[in-house]
């Protein structure tokens, strides 16, 4: 059975099928609204600039793709979770992060995900399905207008799915961000648990963005275990693409780590990881595993995780141990839609997983 696919959201049309949305209309007015949307982040209620009739139109024709259903802050309101849901009935998450110097966002691409991770909250609920460019965006702007009159600078795809694995509307909702939104294309970073088709193609792209990779391990047999897709795009290949992918961009590669106790936190992990930063001048990303239902194995004691850092940096690798930004609040990915409505069991991996 077919499944009907979304209806038509307020971010989902660039701005030529805008325009086309708008026949009839002046072109001035096609710019206003299209500014008032992606510049100012206005609701069409707010565009007083605009008749009041056209502002019907639109709010029925062009209506928002995202509910909120639930919505965790913490006491110092520098962390906002929402759980958003979407047409269909699927679940989203987003965050939005603020720091000293600067605000991030962290969007997710897909509702749920097929690369079956046992140790990630997503990856234990499963795959729904792909979200369009309209409901990546959607979470950007709504984040936004949350973290004014601060300014969101930074925007990471390493929320719920894998965006490599969702690549059309990933990239699309990239050069929306970057070219109507104006967030700089060194700003904005894609996350993938080592999809090589997909980093082989972004490396094609004409935006320099950043890449990060969640490796957690850095031997076939363990990553087999921990990442499943390794079987599939092992490291010899996924280091290979990489490569290239810095050849071409010349921009910084991350390796994400969660750190697992007495799994991938002793000394010859450190030396291992250290082996593939050197090649590829890669910086590391130490993450406290946050718990999860579905996984019984724990995160690393904190001091331990330091001394991995600290081994790591005197083998001559750059490090940094991630803050847990929001474990009280169930922002780890997953954890939010987890503990609302998704029954965490053995994580469900899809038949096929297409790059």
């Not at 693409?241 to 450190?270: G, P, T």
């Amino acid at each position: 059975m077919t499944k009907t696919p979304p209806p038509l959201n307020r971010y989902l049309l660039d701005r030529e099928s805008f325009a086309d949305h708008l026949k009839g209309e002046p072109r001035y007015r096609v710019d206003q609204v299209w500014d008032g949307l992606y510049k100012r982040f206005e609701d069409f209620d707010d565009m007083t600039s605009v008749s009041k009739d056209l502002r019907a139109h639109l709010a029925e024709s062009l209506p928002y793709a995202l509910t909120e259903t639930a919505r965790s802050t913490t006491p110092n309101g520098d962390t906002v979770k929402w759980l958003w849901q979407l047409h269909g009935g699927a679940t989203v998450e987003t965050v939005l992060m603020h720091y000293n110097k600067r605000s991030t966002v962290c969007v997710s691409s897909q509702a749920g995900c097929a690369m079956a991770c046992d140790f990630c909250a997503t990856g234990q609920a499963g795959f729904e399905r792909q979200l369009n460019v309209g409901e990546i965006v959607e979470q950007v702007v709504r984040s936004i207008r949350e973290a004014q009159p601060r300014r969101v600078s930074n925007i990471v795809f390493m929320g719920m799915g894998e965006p490599m694995a969702n690549y059309d509307a990933t990239w699309g909702a990239v050069e929306r961000i970057h070219g109507d939104i104006g967030v700089s294309a060194r700003h904005i970073t894609v996350s993938t648990v080592g999809i090589v088709p997909g980093i082989r193609r972004m490396a094609n792209e004409d935006l320099p963005v950043n890449l990060a990779v969640s490796l957690h391990a850095a031997n076939d047999d363990l990553r087999n275990e921990l990442v499943p897709i390794n079987k599939r795009y092992p490291i010899g290949d996924l280091v290979d693409a990489c490569a290239d992918y810095l050849r071409i961009k010349n921009r910084r590669l991350s390796f994400e780590w969660a750190m697992i106790d007495n799994v991938n936190d002793r000394a010859v992990d450190a030396e291992q990881l250290a082996k593939l930063c050197r090649h590829l001048r890669a910086h590391v990303n130490l993450i406290p595993l946050n718990p999860t239902p579905g996984y019984a194995v724990r995160g690393t004691p904190l001091s331990r995780v330091n001394g991995f850092r600290d081994h790591l940096e005197k083998m001559g690798v750059n490090a940094t141990v991630r803050k847990n930004r929001g474990t009280d609040i169930d922002a780890a990915c997953g954890q939010l839609r987890a503990n609302h409505e998704v029954a965490v069991a053995a994580p469900k991996r899809a038949n096929s997983i297409e790059p």
